[in-house]
């Protein structure tokens, strides 16, 4: 009985550790974002993580990106392959849209090895339900 019981818990925690991660938040410019978070003061209480996250939307021409958790604000980094995987999505030729995506990876420290991400919104970045301007109805 000790050894089925051990077997089904192997067998549990090693299915656990070989998924990968869905993690969902706002489509950035990493390169960007990043800038936005180094420059700002630290003394500084009332930083507005929406306006920076409206103000580094990506665009076609982006070449690096991040995602910024819509539940906590923290974000991740894409890897080289999660990058292209990016780029190859539909983005706006100018910076009037922010998109809101899933992504499926697993995430080490500040970094995500992505194997897929999608677009789940694209929202006009002044409008409605746009990060810090109030929810979509």
């Not at 019981?5 to 656990?16: F, G, H, I, Q, Y």
């Not at 009332?46 to 990106?65: E, Q, V």
């Not at 899933?102 to 990060?131: C, F, H, L």
């Amino acid at each position: 009985m000790t050894i089925i019981l051990r077997t089904v818990c192997l067998s549990c925690l090693a299915s656990v550790l070989g998924l990968a991660g869905t993690t969902s938040g706002w489509l950035v410019d990493s390169k960007c974002y990043a800038s936005m978070l180094d420059n700002r003061n630290e003394e500084e209480i009332s930083w507005d993580g929406n306006l920076a996250i409206r103000y580094c939307t990506p665009d076609k021409k982006t070449k690096s990106f991040a995602v910024v958790r819509w539940d906590d604000g923290s974000n991740f980094n894409f890897n080289p392959a999660g990058n292209e995987k990016a780029a190859e999505l539909p983005l706006s030729a100018d910076k009037k849209f922010v998109y809101r995506v899933y992504v499926t990876g697993e995430t080490r420290r500040n970094t995500v090895e992505v194997d897929a991400v999608s677009i789940a919104a694209k929202i006009n970045r002044d409008g409605p339900g746009s990060p810090g301007l109030g929810s979509r109805r």
